[in-house]
């Protein structure tokens, strides 16, 4: 079993920064796909980024050149950098694990999710 703690999330200015972190316990973290996935009231979860034990990094359009995902095995966490935050980057943010992933962007692929964390970019 696998459990996911998301932290770093807060209430910023468009243009601002912030970094997300995922920390998971379980043994088998290390040997799962990671991906980051975001809710806005009223809408469904979507698709941010992630990053896979094979076929590396994915990131959505609307993301690509403004956040970047990474790894750190060792401390078992996988962190999100989000650059020059837009309001509509507000949303709460989960972290998802899963060992076979199919499509990249589908909530169906990750087996283990965490709790998500509040992000709010003000205009």
């Known amino acids: 079993q696998v459990q996911l703690v998301e932290s770093g999330g807060g209430l910023v200015q468009a243009g601002d920064s912030l970094r997300l972190s995922c920390t998971a316990s379980g043994r088998t973290f290390n040997t799962l796909s990671v991906g980051w996935f975001r809710q806005a009231p009223g809408n469904e979860r979507e698709f941010v980024a992630a990053?896979?034990?094979?076929?590396?990094?994915h990131y959505a359009d609307s993301v690509r050149g403004r956040f970047t995902i990474s790894r750190v095995s060792a401390k078992k966490t996988v962190y999100l950098l989000m650059n020059s935050l837009k309001p509509e980057d507000t949303a709460v943010y989960y972290c998802?694990?899963?060992?076979?992933?199919?499509?990249?962007?589908?909530?169906?692929?990750?087996?283990?999710w965490g709790q998500g964390t509040q992000v709010t970019v003000s205009s």
């Open positions: 998802a694990a899963g060992a076979r992933i199919r499509t990249v962007v589908s909530v169906t692929d990750y087996d283990y």
């Open positions: 990053t896979l034990t094979i076929n590396g990094i």
